[in-house]
């Protein structure tokens, strides 16, 4: 039987060129706190301290400076019934290919996370998490891989990960028009950096849009909606994406053509390389063959 977790995290505050934001900075050291609400929240219920003492919204952190936060803070999984894939897990970690149209994690029912819950098989670790927590999250239309720790150790080690860029991401997309073979949109996002790499893989001729692309989408950053914003910037909306439309149109009804088909990282436990493919859905080829037949 694993032993209770210990629900403590200390956290000395070091390498800042000047003082930062408490919120700000609690949400990068405790993975645990994956947004400003959680972190909000934290505070208000006097888990977070500064110093010894009960933190403040408004307070700011320097150098120095110590931060203790105590308690998981997790909300009790919600009962959801919903048939999600385990593509891969162990004791540390699962991950799953997300059905479209249900959120990761968040203030709702339908949730991977609340689909998870009693349905994973629990960790052994000592420090294992009462259910899987997503290190990092798709948005609720895309469809694919998303990664959850199973042990406190493997959150925090993961989502390390992510902020250091060290876990690698690839999608598929089918796209508006004809893309260049290969490129960089480099493109600021809401005043932040943010860099998507592509490449075409396949171009059909389309009566109704001119052409369609298959792209193989790799994000260097992990801003909100990169992607999509990325691709509508340059003239290539995302099939299906009604969000970022506008008044172009677009295919409807048959969901967002975006799928998440790739992670690459480091075992948090073993630091082994891991590498996770899965096939994009069916209907992302049938377009394509369609428009060829059609033309």
């Known amino acids: 039987m694993a032993k209770k977790a210990q629900k403590s995290w200390t956290r000395r505050v070091s390498g800042l060129k000047s003082p930062q934001a408490l919120v700000e900075y609690s949400q990068q050291v405790f993975p645990i706190l994956n947004s400003k609400t959680a972190v909000k929240k934290a505070i208000a219920g006097g888990r977070l301290l500064k110093n010894g003492k009960k933190a403040r919204a408004g307070d700011r952190v320097e150098n120095g400076d110590h931060l203790q936060l105590n308690g998981f803070g997790l909300s009790k999984a919600r009962s959801f019934d919903a048939d999600i894939e385990i593509v891969y897990e162990d004791d540390h970690f699962v991950v799953v290919n997300k059905p479209a149209g249900i959120a990761v994690n968040g203030n709702r029912i339908k949730t991977v996370e609340n689909a998870l819950a ?10 294992a998490l009462p259910y899987p927590v997503a290190t990092h999250r798709i948005d609720v239309p895309t469809k694919g891989l998303v990664l959850l720790a199973k042990s406190k150790s493997a959150l925090a080690k993961l989502a390390t990960a992510f902020q250091e860029n060290r876990i690698k ?7 508006h028009g004809k893309t260049p073979p290969k490129g960089r949109i480099d493109r600021a996002l809401k005043g932040k950096k943010a860099i998507t790499d592509f490449e075409t893989l ?10 369609l692309s298959l792209v193989r989408l790799m994000p260097v950053t992990g ?13 290539h909306l995302i099939l299906g994406d009604k969000e970022y439309a506008g008044r172009q149109k677009t295919v409807l009804g048959k969901g967002l053509f975006l799928c998440a088909c790739r992670l690459q990282f480091d075992h948090p436990e073993t630091g082994k390389p891991v590498d996770i493919r899965i096939k994009p859905p069916k209907r992302f080829q049938k377009i394509i063959e369609r428009e060829k037949e059609r033309y």
Do not use: C, W
């Open 118 to 127: 009693g349905v994973a098989r629990p960790s052994s670790r000592a420090d």
């Open 169 to 175: 991401k690839a999608y598929m997309a089918v796209v």
């Open 202 to 211: 396949e171009v059909v001729p389309s009566k109704v849009f001119q052409h």
């Open 223 to 235: 801003r909100t909606h990169q992607l999509r914003i990325h691709m509508q910037q340059e003239n």
